[in-house]
């Protein structure tokens, strides 16, 4: 099993910035990708951000330029500092990590999500 702890999420005005962070703990072996996905009410999840083991990194055409996924290895955790928040990005966003280990085989695991609201 592998559990994730999120935290960072909270409500602020547009323009400003909020940072996630997604603590990873249990039968951890290798985490491949580290990732961000977010869901808006009636709206289909989306990926957000994600980076490799290797610090490759991948991101929504709507966050680019705003948004800086990282990740600390050592620490099991992955981050997104999030600048110049819209109100459309108001949403619950959810880490997801995917790797492998000699129990798990290859997993790919959730967090419970942590609601991100930006006003106008």
């Known amino acids: 099993q592998v559990q994730l702890v999120e935290s960072g999420g909270g409500l602020v005005q547009a323009g400003g910035s909020l940072r996630l962070s997604c603590a990873a703990s249990?039968?951890?072996?290798?985490?491949?990708?580290m990732g961000w996905y977010r869901q808006a009410p009636g709206k289909q999840r989306e990926l957000v951000a994600a980076i490799t083991s290797g610090g490759s990194t991948n991101y929504a055409d709507s966050v680019k330029g705003r948004f800086t996924i990282s990740r600390d290895n050592a620490k099991n955790t992955v981050y997104l500092q999030m600048n110049s928040l819209k109100p459309e990005d108001t949403a619950v966003y959810y880490c997801n990590v995917k790797g492998w280990s000699p129990i798990l085989t290859e997993y790919d695991y959730w967090g419970q999500g942590t609601q991100v609201t930006v006003s106008s």
């Open positions: 249990g039968t951890i072996y290798r985490l491949y990708v």
